[in-house]
T-cell receptor, first 114, second 112 residues
Framework: NAGVTQTPKFQVLKTGQSMTLQCAQD?????MSWYRQDPGMGLRLIHY???????DQGEVPNGYNVSRSTTEDFPLRLLSAAPSQTSVYFC?????????????FGQGTRLTVV | TQLLEQSPQFLSIQEGENLTVYCNSS?????LQWYRQEPGEGPVLLVT?????EVKKLKRLTFQFGDARKDSSLHITAAQPGDTGLYLC????????????FGKGTLLTVNP
């Protein structure tokens, strides 16, 4: 079982570059989310989706875009990378609204912006 | 904004010792989850508690939900090196069905 797959696992960007972090799940989950994890800050929600075609902002959405054209995929786009976006990014999916059901996380993408 | 405080932030113990970590909220919550995150991996769900006063056991791990629904604890008996990881408590963010609030976690190291 693949579960939630994130690519790439590591990435170095120069300030101002753009890139897309990929996230795919094979569990037919409606709910998907993107988080960033920074030392001393815990996981913070960037964007989330409650189904194909439906996305909304989380706690720290500035500088990021998302789209959800299919149930399986939920890419996160960095528009113009900044050093403040250096972080570990996690994608998660769940069958029901998160909090009372299990959220499945990918292995993360470690992004460094120089 | 609902806050989750976890304590201690760091804990380093020897194999075989017992330990308890805590999670406290600034307001009442309807449910709480505990996740464990190993280095280089994403968090993995350990348990979900929904009833005030609830106690759940998962092998050597005992999870308790406070009667007032504002706190929770995780007790590990006879810790093993495989228990090493970041323990995160998580609740639904107030006013939203879709957003989660994570505590900052307790980083546990169990030395052989």
């Amino acid at each position: 079982n693949a579960g939630v797959t994130q690519t790439p696992k590591f990435q170095v960007l120069k300030t101002g570059q753009s890139m897309t972090l990929q996230c795919a799940q094979d569990m037919n989950h409606e709910y998907m989310s993107w988080y960033r994890q920074d030392p001393g800050m815990g996981l913070r929600l960037i964007h989330y989706s409650v189904g194909a075609g439906i996305t909304d902002q989380g706690e720290v959405p500035n500088g990021y875009n998302v789209s959800r054209s299919t149930t399986e995929d939920f890419p996160l786009r960095l528009l113009s990378a900044a050093p403040s976006q250096t972080s570990v990014y996690f994608c998660a999916s769940s069958a029901s609204p998160p909090g009372t059901t299990e959220a499945f996380f990918g292995q993360g993408t470690r992004l460094t912006v120089v | 904004t609902q806050l989750l405080e976890q304590s201690p932030q760091f804990l380093s113990i020897q194999e075989g010792e017992n330990l308890t970590v805590y999670c406290n909220s600034s307001s009442v919550f309807s449910s709480l989850q505990w996740y464990r995150q190993e280095p280089g991996e994403g968090p993995v769900l350990l348990v979900t508690v929904v009833t005030g006063g609830e106690v759940k056991k998962l092998k050597r791990l005992t999870f308790q939900f406070g009667d007032a629904r504002k706190d929770s604890s995780l007790h590990i008996t006879a810790a093993q090196p495989g228990d090493t990881g970041l323990y995160l408590c998580v609740i639904k963010s107030g006013g939203s069905n879709y957003k989660l609030t994570f505590g900052k976690g307790t980083l546990l190291t169990v030395n052989p």
